[in-house]
């Protein structure tokens, strides 16, 4: 059990991954992309049943899932209260009984993603934790602020200490072909962030199609993205398997082009530790175990862990606790 627990949990050396740095906008291979949504369709549909993990290497991969969670609050109700507490479940994610009875040290979740307004509060409640913070940007979740307040909105954020930015494409760039301007935003984007990794948000529910799915994340990718993420959780269809594949099978394309990994974010509607089982898995079979990390690997989910603790405490007691046990996170 243990060592299962140790494989699957262990954080890999990171030596030095170094930041995609973009490149030229490439026309020809992002129009060249398409995407063939029946058979997308049909391999995700066997994702389910086919890759289930159980027992002890269920709990390994659930402990693991937990440190890939960017736990985020992105409610208008926000108040530094909910998110002191966010930040202290980000810290201690997991009862230390249930740790302990999964030989388990402490863990703690990749990430706290907040609107721009809670980023001190945040920073300050995750002192000495190394947990970053991300803030959401860029007009979030419509993106149709003015241009310089949406650059100005990123620049405000790393100055309050966000050390990741999850900025919102203009979708009409994509349903209207206008790929430069695609391009020429993200660059932006990415500049305004300086050191600050940046995750470029699709808001895939609302692009159409799986074919601009594809041509949006490379050009994403070209233009310095260092994570790709599928939705705001606002739009009506948010994460799915289709289009994570269709994602995940564009990063895997940008890494053999160019060298860089690019990191993948799946956001919004992700609540249910199976389904998190079912999203790692997919990342090992079409990326492997390198894209398992939390420098390339985060749930974008404000419920997910709930769940998770429940899945665990029923593995460790043989019993279910209530929902409402676990209701924060
Ligand atoms: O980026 C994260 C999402 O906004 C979270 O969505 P969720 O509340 O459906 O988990």
Known sequence: MESQIAEHTAQLPQV??????????????????????????????????????????????????????DL????GDDTAG???RLCAKARQPVRADLLKALDMGPITTGAVCVYHDMIETAVSALDG????????????????SPFHLRLAEIEESVKA??????????RRHVLSGNWQALYDEMKAFREACGDAHVKAILATGELGTLRNVARASLICMMAGADFIKTSTGKE??????????????AIRD??????????????????????ALVYLSLMKDELGDRWLQPDLF????????????RQLEHHVTGAYSAGYRHALA
């Open 129 to 144: 934790s190394g947990i970053p913070v991300a803030a959401v940007s860029t007009g979030f979740p419509g993106g149709l």
């Open 254 to 275: 940008y890494h053999e082009r160019t060298g860089y990994r690019v990191g993948y974010k799946p956001a919004g509607g992700i609540s249910k530790a199976k389904d």
């Open 161 to 170: 200490g966000a050390k990741e930015i999850d900025i919102v494409i203009s």
């Open 82 to 84: 909910r998110v002191r």
């Open 72 to 75: 985020t609050t992105l409610s």
């Open 16 to 69: 030095g991954e170094p930041r995609n740095p973009g490149m030229e906008l490439d026309l020809d291979w992002a129009l060249g992309v398409e995407a063939n949504t029946s058979a997308i369709e049909r391999r995700c549909a066997t994702l389910p049943g086919r890759r289930s993990v159980k027992k002890d290497y269920q709990a390994a991969w659930l402990l693991k899932a937990i440190t890939l969670i």
């Open 236 to 249: 009506s269809v948010n994460a799915t398997l289709p289009v994570s594949l269709v994602m995940i099978r």
């Open 298 to 309: 985060r749930f974008g989910a404000s419920s997910l862990l709930g769940d998770i603790e």
